[in-house]
């Protein structure tokens, strides 16, 4: 093998690892021309560990890209245990204030900075529909009017510190019924809008864009990441966009299951993706593969090797442009955002001591499960006897007929974190926050425990 080649091909990959201490293969993994490294929960017992591992990999490499998910809502890993400080992008999208959803992009861009992460695979550019079972609030909304600026704006927030955004999922995940972590999804509905976010963020100088497994029929019946038509013409040529475009992780079972990792990397490669995110279940093994595969690739013609120099040129771009600046924010906006965003109708004051139970589905892949639950809460999950109580908690319910179906009784107060497209006919009350945040849990629990004045 070309030690040249090896080094482009270590430059494309985005690999993971678990705990927080740098691996053998990490060290060796950047040492022959790695450029970035992804952190999970897995790698955030607490802030100041991942701040001592993100110090420890810099100090392998000044210049590395070391990446998180950090949307904010339901998708945290800073905040895993304890949930977001921030409220999610369906609570800004419902808002509405352009400047508040930029300064929650500063925030969050903040604490990143803070811990030594420089690259945020945020913000969701999906326009959302009701049956989607991966995005929901994840989105700033379910129409594209909404959705666009408010894109561009936390891209404004998260970049002014030199925080590389990214947005996802390229042409857009919204208008699907599967899970792409789980199945390969077909996109209905009307392409032009769900690109619309994407034109803006681009407007707005993104660094980074994120592809998603999702087949476009109209544009053939590859999955996005390895289409040519997707990511070549249409978001290079057409839309005009020379950043960095990475591939959502490639695990996922949309291309795992269909295509094959190895094959999905090269062929990613060549319909015009630069750098390939291999997640949470692949290891330093999976990584050496990927690697020969690209090499291969190269060696017998399948792959142009000017394409994994211009891939790579522009990751090593990205790294050395994302250098966080010290920035003052507003500590207080997530919880102010999380405020403005709860809705409420009825009667929703709880006695102090009131049951109140949490009805919760399988937790989404993106997400995770979460540790956090709204004060108090007695957690009961599908199948299990669900108590009478005063309260209960849904998440999606227009979507789990058996959360509709406990929830809806006479005389409770019902309290949806997820998105409020179903109503209770027979509750007292009914908050919705959307989103399963801290702070939007907190802002709820502060309208139905109302502080008595001293």
Same mark, same amino acid.
């Given at each position: ?326 920035? $003052?924010?507003?500590? /207080?906006?997530?919880?102010? @955002? #999380?405020? %403005? *965003?709860?809705? &409420?109708?009825?009667? +929703?004051? =709880? ?45 999606? $319910?227009?979507?789990? /007929?058996?959360?509709?179906? @406990? #929830?809806? %009784? *006479?005389?409770? &107060?019902?309290?949806? +974190?997820? =998105? ?35």
């Amino acid at each position: 093998m070309s030690t040249e080649l090896e080094r482009l091909a270590a430059t494309c990959l985005l690999p993971s690892f678990p705990g927080v201490e740098v691996p053998d293969w990490i060290r060796r993994f950047l040492e022959r021309g790695g450029t970035s490294v992804l952190f999970f929960a897995y790698n955030v017992p607490t802030r100041e560990e991942l701040q001592r591992l993100a110090a420890a990999l810099r100090a392998e490499r000044e210049d590395v890209l070391l990446a998180i998910d950090e949307e904010g809502g339901d998708v945290t890993r800073l905040e895993w245990r304890e949930g977001s400080s921030y409220p999610s992008a369906a609570g800004l999208g419902v808002v509405d204030d352009l400047a508040l959803t930029e300064e929650v992009g500063a925030a969050i861009a903040s604490d990143l900075a803070a811990v030594g992460v420089n690259w945020d695979l945020a913000p969701v550019a999906d326009v959302n529909v009701p049956t989607n079972p991966v995005i929901g609030v994840r989105a700033f909304g379910d129409e594209a009017a909404r959705v666009t600026p408010h894109v561009a704006a936390f891209v404004r927030g998260l970049q002014r510190s030199r925080v590389a955004a990214c947005v996802k999922h390229f042409p857009g995940h919204g208008a699907t019924e599967l899970d792409s972590h789980l199945e390969l999804p077909v996109v209905t509905g009307d392409l032009a809008a769900a690109l619309e976010p994407f034109r803006s963020a681009i407007d707005a100088g993104v660094k980074t864009i994120m592809t998603a497994h999702v087949v476009v029929p109209e544009l053939g019946d590859e999955p996005a990441t390895l289409n040519r038509r997707i990511v070549g013409d249409l978001l290079r040529d057409e839309m005009g966009y020379d950043g960095v475009v990475v591939a959502d992780a490639l695990e996922m079972r949309a291309v795992s299951a269909t295509v094959g990792v190895e094959a999905a990397a090269v062929r990613a490669l060549r319909a015009g993706v630069d750098l390939l995110c291999v997640g949470h279940d692949l290891d330093d093994d999976d990584v050496a593969r990927i690697e020969r595969a690209l090499v291969t690739a190269v060696a017998f013609g399948e792959l142009a090797e000017e394409r994994l120099v211009e891939a790579a040129a522009r990751v090593q771009s990205l790294a050395s442009w994302a250098s966080p600046e010290p920035a $003052a924010v507003d500590r /207080a906006v997530g919880d102010v @955002a #999380a405020r %403005r *965003a709860v809705i &409420v109708s009825g009667d +929703v004051t =709880l006695v102090s001591g009131a049951s109140i139970v949490e009805l919760r589905p399988r937790a989404n892949i993106a997400a995770g499960e979460h540790e956090h639950h709204f004060a108090g809460a007695r957690v009961v999950r599908e199948g299990a006897p669900i108590p009478d109580a005063d309260a209960y908690v849904v998440r999606d $319910a227009h979507r789990h /007929a058996w959360m509709r179906e @406990a #929830a809806d %009784r *006479a005389g409770v &107060v019902v309290i949806e +974190v997820g =998105l409020p497209l179903w109503r209770p006919t027979q509750a007292r009350g009914y908050v919705a926050t959307y989103g399963a945040g801290r702070a939007s849990l907190a802002a709820a629990a502060d309208l139905v425990f109302p502080k008595v004045p001293a």
